[in-house]
C-alpha cells in the first residue's frame, strides 16, 4: 500500500481509539472535557518508559499506558467530579495543561525539547485489531445497564439521581474508561512517531478530540468512527490549502452548532441490523408501492 | 526587601493588564454562564489593530490605540451575533456555546496566521525603554501607564455599571435575564452592550500587550491564563477578575524570580485546580444552584 495512504489510515485509526473514549464521556455521560490530550500524554510516556527504558515487550506498554492513564484520571474526578458544568471543562483544562507543563519541566524525560528514539512498533493491524476491540467493548459497555445509566446521567442528573443512579460512580467510570482508551492512542501514537514531545499534547489536540465528537455526532459510537475518519482524512485532502485549512475547520465548529448541534451522525446508530432495517424498510415502502399502483389500475384510474 | 518590591511592582503591571482581559471574560460570563474562548482571539486582534495601526496605516500612538479597541469591540459583537445569538434563541446548553466559542478562537488565530502569517512583530517604540528609579526600585514607563491605563478603564467600566440606566439593565440581566426581560429590558441589546465592553477592554489589553510583549497569532495561550485569573477571583464577578489578576500577575512573578521561571506557567494551572478543588466559586464569585 502507498506508504502515505498507510500512514493516514495509522493516524485515524489511533486517533479513533482516543476519539472512541471521550464519545463515551461526552457523548453517553454528558461531560465535557479540554483536557483528554493530557491523558494521551500520560499514555504515551508511560509506554515509552515500559519499552524504552524496561525493554519491555510493547503490549504490557499498552497495559501500563491504560492503568496509567486511568488511575490518573481516577484522581482527577475525585477531586473535581463534583463539580457542575462549566466547571468540570474548565478544571480537565487545567489538569490537561498541568500535566504538558509538568513534563515540559522534566528533563529526565528529555523535557520540552521531547524524547527520540522510541521502538516503531505502532503498526497498522495493531492499530486496527485495537480499533476493532475498542468499537466492540463500547457498544457492549453502553448497551449494559451501566451504560443506560451513564445515558440517564447526561439527560437529566437530579431525576437520575432520585431513581437510585448513584451519579457520581457512573461518571467516574465515564472518565476512567475513557481515560484509559486516550491512555492507548497516546502510547499507539509515540511508538508511530518514535519521538514525544509535551507540545503534541497540548490544549488544541483535546479541542480537536472533542470537535471530532460533536461532528460525528453526541451518543453515538459509528458517528465517532465516522467523524474520526472524515476529519483525518479531511485535512490530508486540503492539505493544497493548508493554511486556510484550519480556519474553514473553525468556521464548520460553528456552523455545526448553529445548524445541525446533534452532528453527523446524533443518537443514530450505524449496526448490521439498523442496516438491515433500514433495507427491510425500503423493500417494504417499494412492495406497497407497487400494491397501490396495481389496485390503482384494477379501479381503472389513471397510473402516474 | 528591594527585591521584593521590585517583584511585587512587575506582577502589578501584568496583572493590570490580565485584569482588562479577565474582566471580559467576567462579564460575558456574568450574562451568558458560559466561558467565552473566543475571547483570547479578540485580543490577539487588538494587538494587531494598534500594531498595523501604527507601522502600516502610520498613525499617532493614540488614534491606532483607538482604532484597536473600537475594532475589537466591533469584532466581539460581531461573533456574538454570528456564532452566539442563534443558539441563544433556541436556548442551547451552554456547551454549545463553549464548543461555538472554540470554533470562534480557532477561526481567529487560523485567520491571522493565514493571512498575515505566523511571525513574530514588534510594536513600534512609543515610549522611551528607560525605567524611572525610584529609590532602589526601576518603573518601566511602559509598565506604569499600562498600570495607569487599566485602572483608569476598569474604573469607568464600574462606574458606567453602577451609574448608566444601561448598567443597571446589565445588572438585572446578569441576576435573571428571562426576569429582567419581562420588566422591559431589551436583553439582546445587553448582550450587545456586554461584548462590546469586553472587546473594549480586550483591544485596550491587546496593545499593551502587543508592546510589553510582541505580537504573534499565539498570544491566546497568554490570554488562557488571564482565563484562570477569572476563574481564581471568581467567574463573573467583576471584583473578583480584578482581584485575581493582580494576585496572579503578583504570585507568577514572585514564583518566576525566586523559584524558576520554568514553573511561570506551571503554577497558574495549580492555582486553577487548587480554587476549583477547594473553592470552585472562586474568591468572591457567588454561588449558584443547580435548577431543576
Redesign the interface.
Known amino acids: 500500500m502507498d506508504a502515505y495512504l498507510e500512514g493516514i489510515i495509522m493516524l485515524s485509526g489511533i486517533n479513533l481509539i482516543a476519539v472512541l473514549g471521550l464519545s463515551l464521556l461526552t457523548g453517553f455521560a454528558g461531560l465535557f472535557s479540554f483536557g483528554h490530550a493530557g491523558f494521551m500524554a500520560i499514555g504515551a510516556y508511560s509506554a515509552a518508559i515500559v519499552t524504552t527504558i524496561f525493554k519491555l515487550p510493547f503490549s504490557l506498554g499498552l497495559a501500563a499506558s491504560a492503568i496509567v492513564a486511568a488511575g490518573v484520571s481516577w484522581l482527577i474526578g475525585r477531586a473535581t467530579l463534583k463539580l457542575k458544568g462549566d466547571y468540570f471543562c474548565i478544571a480537565t483544562l487545567g489538569f490537561g495543561e498541568a500535566i504538558r507543563l509538568i513534563l515540559d519541566n522534566f528533563q529526565g524525560l528529555g523535557g520540552a525539547r521531547g524524547w527520540p528514539g522510541i521502538p516503531p512498533h505502532t503498526a497498522l493491524w495493531n492499530i486496527l485489531l485495537l480499533d476493532v476491540i475498542g468499537v466492540v467493548l463500547l457498544a457492549h459497555l453502553v448497551r449494559s445497564r451501566h451504560g443506560r445509566n451513564m445515558i440517564a446521567v447526561r439527560e437529566e442528573e437530579l431525576a437520575a439521581q432520585v431513581a437510585g443512579i448513584d451519579t457520581f460512580r457512573y461518571k467516574m467510570m465515564a472518565l476512567v474508561i475513557s481515560a484509559a482508551y486516550a491512555g492507548v492512542a497516546g502510547a499507539l501514537l509515540g511508538h508511530y512517531m518514535t519521538f514525544i514531545q509535551p507540545k503534541m499534547f497540548s490544549m488544541v489536540k483535546s479541542t480537536e478530540l472533542t470537535i471530532i465528537v460533536i461532528f460525528g455526532g453526541l451518543g453515538s459510537i459509528s458517528g465517532s468512527v465516522l467523524g474520526a475518519v472524515v476529519l483525518t482524512f479531511l485535512p490530508e485532502l486540503l492539505r493544497a490549502v493548508d493554511k486556510w485549512r484550519l480556519v474553514v475547520y473553525g468556521l464548520a465548529v460553528i456552523g455545526i452548532m448553529i445548524g445541525r448541534p446533534r452532528g453527523l451522525m446524533g443518537g443514530f446508530e450505524l449496526t448490521p441490523s439498523s442496516v438491515k432495517r433500514w433495507i427491510a424498510d425500503r423493500k417494504d415502502a417499494k412492495t406497497a408501492k407497487a400494491d397501490r399502483m396495481a389496485e390503482d389500475a384494477g379501479n381503472g384510474k389513471d397510473v402516474r | 526587601m528591594s527585591q521584593f518590591l521590585q517583584q511585587m511592582i512587575n506582577g502589578l503591571s501584568i496583572g493590570s493588564v490580565y485584569a482588562l482581559m479577565a474582566v471580559g471574560y467576567s462579564l460575558v460570563y456574568s450574562i451568558m454562564?458560559?466561558?467565552n474562548f473566543a475571547h483570547g482571539g479578540v485580543i490577539m486582534f487588538g494587538a494587531y489593530f494598534g500594531f498595523f495601526g501604527m507601522t502600516m496605516l502610520k498613525l499617532p500612538f493614540i488614534a491606532a490605540f483607538a482604532l484597536a479597541f473600537i475594532g475589537t469591540a466591533v469584532l466581539a459583537v460581531v461573533i456574538e451575533r454570528?456564532?452566539y445569538k442563534?443558539?441563544r434563541e433556541r436556548s442551547?446548553p451552554?456547551?454549545?456555546f463553549?464548543?461555538?466559542a472554540?470554533?470562534?478562537?480557532?477561526?481567529?488565530?487560523?485567520?491571522i496566521?493565514?493571512t498575515i502569517g505566523p511571525t513574530f512583530r514588534t510594536y513600534p517604540e512609543v515610549w522611551s525603554r528607560s525605567s524611572i528609579a525610584i529609590g532602589p526600585l526601576a518603573i518601566g514607563r511602559l509598565d506604569l501607564i499600562m498600570f495607569g491605563v487599566s485602572a483608569v478603564s476598569l474604573t469607568a467600566l464600574v462606574l458606567f455599571i453602577d451609574k448608566t440606566k444601561m448598567g443597571k439593565a446589565i445588572q438585572a440581566s446578569a441576576y435573571n435575564m428571562k426576569a429582567a426581560a419581562l420588566m422591559g429590558v431589551n436583553t439582546d441589546r445587553v448582550v450587545m452592550i456586554v461584548f462590546a465592553l469586553g472587546g473594549l477592554l480586550a483591544g485596550i489589553a491587546g496593545v499593551f500587550f502587543g508592546m510589553k510583549y510582541t505580537v504573534y497569532p499565539q498570544i491566546g495561550n497568554i490570554t488562557?491564563k488571564s482565563f484562570?485569573a477569572a476563574?481564581f477571583g471568581g467567574?463573573g464577578s467583576l471584583p473578583g477578575a480584578v482581584l485575581g489578576s493582580v494576585l496572579l500577575g503578583i504570585i507568577e512573578t514572585l514564583v518566576a524570580g525566586y523559584l524558576s521561571s520554568?514553573?511561570r506557567?506551571?503554577i497558574a494551572?495549580?492555582i486553577?485546580?487548587g480554587v476549583?478543588?477547594f473553592r470552585?466559586t472562586g474568591i468572591m464569585g457567588k454561588a449558584?444552584e443547580?435548577k431543576?
Open positions: 454562564n458560559f466561558s454570528i456564532a442563534p443558539l442551547a451552554f456547551l454549545y463553549i464548543i461555538s472554540m470554533g470562534a478562537s480557532i477561526f481567529l488565530e487560523n485567520i496566521i493565514a488562557t484562570v476563574v467567574l520554568q514553573f506557567d506551571l494551572f495549580v486553577l485546580i476549583l478543588v470552585p449558584t443547580d431543576a
